[in-house]
């Protein structure tokens, strides 16, 4: 129900946008949220919004530099990706979750990933 799309290879201080597409029925109601995971590391949490689009958090690594967005209307969140450094490399997931508070920790819906790599 989850499909991102939009990763590839950039260098440092490039930037890049993903998309998320969703199914009506969750981006509708569901806050929405993504993730990264780095080779040998443990996926964690990049940026989340509220269903309504008013509400946004980003980690620390990434303010500043990241910004989420959401058009309900064509079904799709996006992260849009400026400034990338190479520690930035990952796979990025797509992820919702009926509640605000709990798409950051622990969402309900999962996307496939896509993979996102920064030379250096």
């Known amino acids: 129900q989850l499909v991102e799309s939009g990763g590839g290879l950039v260098q440092a201080g490039d930037s890049l946008r993903l998309s998320c597409a969703a199914s009506?029925?969750?981006?509708?109601?569901?806050?929405m949220a993504w993730f990264r995971r780095s080779p040998g590391k443990e996926r964690e949490f990049v940026a989340s919004?509220?269903?309504?689009?008013?509400?946004?958090t980003y980690a620390n690594s990434v303010e500043g530099r990241f910004t989420i967005s959401r058009y309900n209307t064509k079904n799709t969140v996006y992260l849009q990706m400026t400034n990338l450094k190479p520690e930035d490399t990952a796979v990025y997931y797509c992820?919702?979750?009926?509640?605000?508070?709990?798409?950051?920790?622990?969402?309900?819906?999962w996307g496939q990933g896509t993979q996102v790599t920064v030379s250096s």
């Open positions: 009506e029925r969750i981006l509708s109601v569901y806050a």
């Open positions: 919004i509220s269903s309504n689009g008013m509400n946004t």
């Open positions: 992820a919702a979750h009926y509640s605000l508070l709990q798409v950051s920790s622990a969402p309900r819906f």
